[in-house]
């Protein structure tokens, strides 16, 4: 059984900044890429940023230079710093990651339960 566990939401003030976290457990040989992922209300689901196993990262235009991803592979974990908080950040954040799991080696996506941010005066 692998999931993922998210954590480190909550209500910030404009320019503000929070720090996601994003654990996965259970049996886990191995984790590709790790993403984060944000769902406003009324809006579709959309990629913030994602990390790969070697380190490589990519962003929204509209969170770069403010976000920055990273993960620490000792403990299956990845985080987005998110700093310059704005209105339109306010949304439910989920983790998703492919993962090879023990003892197949065989490998699924998953999604975390989401954590929400909310920014605002």
């Known amino acids: 059984q692998v999931q993922l566990v998210e954590s480190g939401g909550g209500l910030v003030q404009p320019g503000g900044s929070l720090r996601l976290s994003c654990a996965a457990s259970g049996s886990i040989f191995s984790i590709n890429t790790m993403n984060w992922y944000r769902q406003a209300p009324g809006k579709q689901r959309e990629l913030v940023a994602y990390?790969?196993?070697?380190?490589?990262?990519n962003y929204a235009d509209s969170v770069k230079g403010r976000f920055t991803i990273a993960r620490d592979n000792a403990v299956n974990t990845v985080y987005l710093q998110m700093n310059s908080l704005k209105p339109e950040d306010t949304a439910v954040y989920y983790c998703y990651a492919n993962i090879r799991r023990l003892p197949t080696m065989t490998s699924g996506t998953y999604w975390g339960q989401g954590t929400q941010v909310t920014v605002s005066s």
């Open positions: 990390i790969t196993s070697g380190g490589s990262t």
